[in-house]
């Protein structure tokens, strides 16, 4: 079982990213990738959890312990999968997500894709009360400052964000209802269409 990897971040897709170490490529699916683009072609360190199917194996990752810690608490409710968890993490209001949980917030929690009245009331159920130990203070840090680009790349980070959005787990509906708004923002980064498009996508 993997802890952490130290390596060269060489590609960051909407999905997923790789990490180089030791001549070895390691594809890290990822909430939202983007969050590392000032970092490609430098060392990062990012802990994983691997998940072991019947016919798959895959590697998650995550910024932080703490992110890595809820992450495995939300895949042990009944009906919340990784890909599932994964979206949840993506909106990054990890402190709205556990007030939701310990308000029994149910209508918050049904934003999430995949996850339905009955999920989001095991959600509930299982984690209520259990998730002080995180270190929730911790879960605020953010990795770099949203960057102003120029309009040839906007449109690109603009694509990147809605693939990214699709690849959460989003339907083509929802996708396309903040896509609108998004291009109607100051030209920004990935990152930060990603961060305000999961924003909208709650709301």
Do not use: C, W
């Not at 690109?156 to 903040?178: D, N, P, W």
């Amino acid at each position: 079982m993997y802890e952490y990897i130290k390596g060269i971040l060489t590609h960051i897709y909407p999905g997923y990213l790789v990490v180089e170490a030791y001549g070895v490529g390691y594809h890290i699916l990822m909430a939202n990738p983007f969050r590392y683009t000032d970092y490609h072609s430098k060392e990062v360190m990012i802990y994983l959890y691997q998940n072991v199917s019947q016919d798959d194996m895959r590697l998650f990752g995550f910024k932080s312990y703490e992110e890595k810690g809820l992450f495995l608490k939300l895949i042990n409710v009944s009906g919340i999968g990784p890909k599932s968890a994964l979206a949840i993490l993506a909106n990054e209001d990890h402190m709205g997500l556990i007030q939701a949980i310990e308000h029994e917030n149910i209508k918050f929690l049904q934003k999430f894709p995949g996850v339905g009245k009955k999920t989001a009331s095991q959600i509930v159920l299982d984690l209520k009360g259990k998730l002080g130990e995180l270190g929730i203070d911790n879960f605020t840090g953010q990795l770099s400052e949203d960057l102003r680009i120029d309009s040839k790349q906007s449109n690109l980070s603009l694509q990147e964000a809605i693939e990214a959005l699709y690849a959460l787990g989003y339907a083509k509906r929802e996708v396309t209802k903040v896509e609108k708004t998004l291009e109607e923002l100051e030209r920004t980064t990935t990152d930060a269409y990603i961060r305000e498009g999961l924003r909208l996508l709650m709301k």
